[in-house]
């Protein structure tokens, strides 16, 4: 069974930083594009980040570009999504999210595996 388990949301001011984490358990990551979305309330699952299963291609959405940086550990099966200059409109749940294939998507249908999302709040 493939879990996935987001850790290190929390309450942060304008302008601070979070760093998320998704460990995977269940199978390895190493063949699996991974990806981050998040959803605020009222509001439809909205694309992120994602980066492919070496690494070599990433994506990030408008709003996460230049403030955010994805990355991931294969040896550890964990991925990260550092955020940086958080505004209140980041405020959201953020789930992790594994495709079994190794190319990056900014769809979340073409997803496979989903994380529990971890509450990122972010105070004016």
């Known amino acids: 069974q493939v879990q996935l388990v987001e850790s290190g949301g929390g309450l942060v001011q304008a302008g601070g930083s979070l760093r998320l984490s998704c460990a995977v358990s269940g199978r390895t990551i190493s063949g699996c594009a991974m990806g981050w979305f998040r959803q605020a309330p009222g509001k439809e699952r909205e694309f992120v980040a994602a980066?492919?299963?070496?690494?070599?291609?990433?994506r990030y959405s408008d709003s996460a570009k230049g403030r955010f940086t994805v990355s991931r550990d294969n040896a550890k099966n964990t991925v990260y999504l550092q955020m940086n200059s958080l505004k209140p409109e980041d405020t959201a749940v953020y789930y992790c999210?594994?495709?079994?294939?190794?190319?990056?998507?900014?769809?979340?249908?073409?997803?496979?595996?989903w994380g529990q999302g971890t509450q990122v709040t972010v105070s004016s």
């Open positions: 980066i492919g299963a070496n690494g070599g291609v990433i």
């Open positions: 999210a594994a495709r079994n294939v190794f190319f990056t998507s900014t769809s979340a249908k073409e997803y496979n595996y």
